[in-house]
């Protein structure tokens, strides 16, 4: 009875080319996401950028409109009932 039974380990079958494929994107997917997650967990700090630079970004912050406010759906103005005569 003892020699009927087989203790070695199942074939497995080699994975495909796409089983790869998808294995190695979801590795890559995670680490991604890791490093993501870091970013903003730990900001890096700013550097100082050359002079000429932050004086060109003044210029085209002053020839942008300033938008219109639009007003909020809970501050509707109340409609004006015509009065009968």
Known sequence: ??????FSPPEV???????????????????FQLICVLA?????PKCHEVEGEPTESRSTEATRKPRAVAP?????PKKETKKKR
């Open 1 to 6: 009875m003892a020699s009927e039974l087989d």
């Open 13 to 31: 079958p080699e994975p495909t080319f796409l089983e790869n494929l998808l294995r190695y994107g979801l590795f890559l997917g995670a680490i």
């Open 40 to 44: 903003i967990i730990v900001p890096l």
């Open 72 to 76: 909020s759906a809970s501050k509707r």
